[in-house]
T-cell receptor
Framework: DAGVTQSPTHLIKTRGQHVTLRCSPI?????VSWYQQVLGQGPQFIFQ???????GRGNFPDRFSARQFPNYSSELNVNALLLGDSALYLC??????????????FGPGTRLLVL | GQQLNQSPQSMFIQEGEDVSMNCTSS?????WLWYKQDPGEGPVLLIA?????ELTSNGRLTAQFGITRKDSFLNISASIPSDVGIYFC????????????FGKGTLLTVNP
């Protein structure tokens, strides 16, 4: 079975531009989360979507938005890019077990460089 | 907001030695997860803990969910060179404020 897939793997943008990152979850997983990881830090939670609804949001500005499609894939959009948005963007998919337990599985990430 | 304190920040050990790292939090979590991340890749799940007091093993790895639900530790026994990497703890809080919070990571170096 394929794991979480993300595209593109690498991306270079300039300040002020817009970027769209894509994620496909593990088959059967209905939840997708997005994280930003800057060098030397742990991943920081941006959003979680479950059944196409936003279920959680981290402390990120409104320039960051996301959506989930009927096939459970997801897009993360970032507008008006800043130099500080340069990071590894990680997507994770998860499913809830009958007892409510949930575990997140990560994709390889998209490395974004803003010049 | 929630914060995870992960220690130590880095470790340099000899092959064959045992390793221990831990995370503490000011908040209660429903789930503790331990991940390993290699450079340029996404975190890979090592162990998931769902109940306070739970002790779980995965090969040479053992992790425990603290009784207070505010801490967890990860032990690696008989380390080998491929154990090199950054280890992250993460606490999951659910409900209306769903969020996975990561520690800052422990960089493990194993000297052959």
């Amino acid at each position: 079975d394929a794991g979480v897939t993300q595209s593109p793997t690498h991306l270079i943008k300039t300040r002020g531009q817009h970027v769209t990152l894509r994620c496909s979850p593990i088959s059967g997983h209905k939840s997708v989360s997005w994280y930003q990881q800057v060098l030397g830090q742990g991943p920081q939670f941006i959003f979680q979507y479950y059944e196409k609804e936003e279920r959680g949001r981290g402390n990120f500005p409104d320039r960051f938005s996301a959506r989930q499609f009927p096939n459970y894939s997801s897009e993360l959009n970032v507008n008006a890019l800043l130099l500080g948005d340069s990071a590894l963007y990680l997507c994770a998919s998860s499913f809830q077990m009958t007892g409510g337990e949930e575990t997140q599985y990560f994709g390889p990430g998209t490395r974004l460089l803003v010049l | 907001g929630q914060q995870l304190n992960q220690s130590p920040q880095s470790m340099f050990i000899q092959e064959g030695e045992d390793v221990s790292m831990n995370c503490t939090s000011s908040s209660i979590f429903n789930t503790w997860l331990w991940y390993k991340q290699d450079p340029g890749e996404g975190p890979v799940l090592l162990i998931a803990l769902y109940k306070a007091g739970e002790l779980t093993s995965n090969g040479r790895l053992t992790a425990q969910f603290g009784i207070t639900r505010k801490d967890s530790f990860l032990n690696i026994s008989a380390s080998i060179p491929s154990d090199v990497g950054i280890y992250f703890c993460a606490g999951l809080s659910g409900g209306s404020n769903y969020k996975l919070t990561f520690g800052k990571g422990t960089l493990l170096t194993v000297n052959p």
